[in-house]
């Protein structure tokens, strides 16, 4: 049974920073695809960042420059580093799997597996 859990999301000040991790269990990220969705207040849900096989990454205009998704095969997580937080970032964040090769468009039908969510609020 594929189990992907979110941690790392929290309040913080526009400017600052967090971190947000997704574990994977019954499922390996190592030669298959990850992604970053997230869904704001009464917002549609929206893939923001993509990878493929640790290496391959995409994002969208919005997070360009200041997210950065990663990979750890030996931990099998992917992580969401988030800078220069905006307002507009506040949301709840979704990490999804998918087997083989899948990096663009991001989009939902093209993934899997689900975590339960992690909320990041920013303040102004």
């Known amino acids: 049974q594929v189990q992907l859990v979110e941690s790392g999301g929290g309040s913080v000040q526009a400017g600052g920073s967090l971190r947000l991790s997704c574990e994977a269990s019954?499922?390996?990220?190592?030669?298959?695809?990850a992604a970053w969705f997230r869904q704001g207040p009464g917002k549609e849900r929206e893939g923001v960042a993509s990878?493929?096989?640790?290496?391959?990454?995409r994002y969208v205009d919005s997070v360009e420059g200041r997210f950065t998704i990663s990979q750890d095969n030996d931990k099998n997580t992917v992580y969401l580093q988030m800078h220069s937080l905006e307002p507009e970032d506040t949301a709840m964040y979704y990490c999804?799997?998918?087997?083989?090769?899948?990096?663009?468009?991001?989009?939902?039908?093209?993934?899997?597996?689900w975590g339960q969510g992690t909320q990041v609020t920013v303040s102004a």
């Open positions: 999804a799997a998918a087997q083989g090769g899948v990096l663009w468009p991001i989009l939902q039908n093209r993934y899997n597996y």
């Open positions: 019954g499922y390996t990220f190592s030669g298959n695809s």
């Open positions: 990878i493929y096989d640790g290496i391959h990454t």
